[in-house]
């Protein structure tokens, strides 16, 4: 892996115009919250010329599962399922998520994941933080519950300055 | 740190700790910054950790 750059994977995905919602900490970070994180989670729309322009960027980004010796690569028929694949890049570790939560989808976080704008012209989409506030009250595990109150600081912070 | 980076976090201020014991300054800090600044400042924290660790890691026996 070259340095971590998670803004250079998100970037990639936006210019080729593959249609994503970033979700999990690191839409924490980019809506504010000072926690860290160590991969970059995304929710893709599973229709088949998304996922074409997706396993396209993961290819450049030399994606591979990263629990798998046998730096096994995603395909067209993992990627339109629901289920979570954890890949590794160059830039930085990867999550392409099929569904999270009850099984919400892309189309389910849409109206819930404002743009924002990741570098000047480049927009995606970003989980809300009253939503991921809300997912990880759900979970409820150690982990989750452990971010809550800076999720939720953040979120107050921010409504001050709306 | 990129040296733009660099020049754009804020220097430390005096913490505003709340009842939960969350800094409301580091979070207004972060909200200073652009959203990819944000993300790239916890990429380099992140990373900077790891010649620490790794060289812990040499340093301990077998």
Redesign the interface.
């Known amino acids: 892996m070259k340095?971590?750059?998670?803004?250079e994977i998100?970037s990639r995905l936006a210019a080729a115009k593959v249609e994503f919602i970033v979700v999990g900490m690191?839409a924490g970070?980019?809506?504010?919250?000072?926690?860290?994180?160590?991969d970059v989670d995304i929710v893709h729309l599973r229709q088949p010329d998304n996922v074409s322009r997706l396993l396209s960027v993961l290819g450049q980004l030399d994606a591979v599962y990263r629990h798998d010796p046998r730096r096994l690569r995603p395909n067209e028929s993992h990627l339109t399922g629901p289920g979570h694949h954890l890949l590794t890049t160059i830039y930085?570790d990867l999550d392409c998520l099929g569904t999270i939560g009850d099984g919400e989808s892309y189309d389910d976080l849409c109206a819930r994941s404002p743009d924002?704008?990741?570098?000047p012209g480049l927009i995606i989409r970003?989980l809300d933080l009253p939503t991921l506030i809300a997912l990880k009250e759900k979970a409820a595990r150690p982990k989750d519950l452990a971010v809550l109150?800076?999720l939720?600081?953040?979120l107050a912070?921010?409504l001050k300055?709306a | 740190m990129a040296d733009d980076l660099a020049e754009r976090v804020p220097v430390p201020c005096k913490p505003d700790i709340?009842d939960?014991?969350?800094?409301?300054a580091?979070?207004?800090?972060?909200?200073d910054l652009t959203?990819?600044e944000?993300?790239?400042l916890?990429?380099e924290?992140?990373?900077s950790l790891r010649p620490v660790r790794r060289a812990d890691e040499d340093r301990q026996p077998g």
Not at chain 1, 29 to 38: F, M
Not at chain 2, 20 to 24: I, L
């Open positions: 340095t971590a750059n998670p803004v998100l690191a970070v980019l809506r504010g919250a000072p926690v860290t994180t160590i930085g924002l704008e990741l570098r970003v109150p800076v939720r600081a953040t912070e921010t300055r | 709340d939960n014991g969350v800094d409301r580091q979070i207004r800090q972060m909200l959203p990819a944000r993300l790239l916890v990429a924290f992140v990373g």
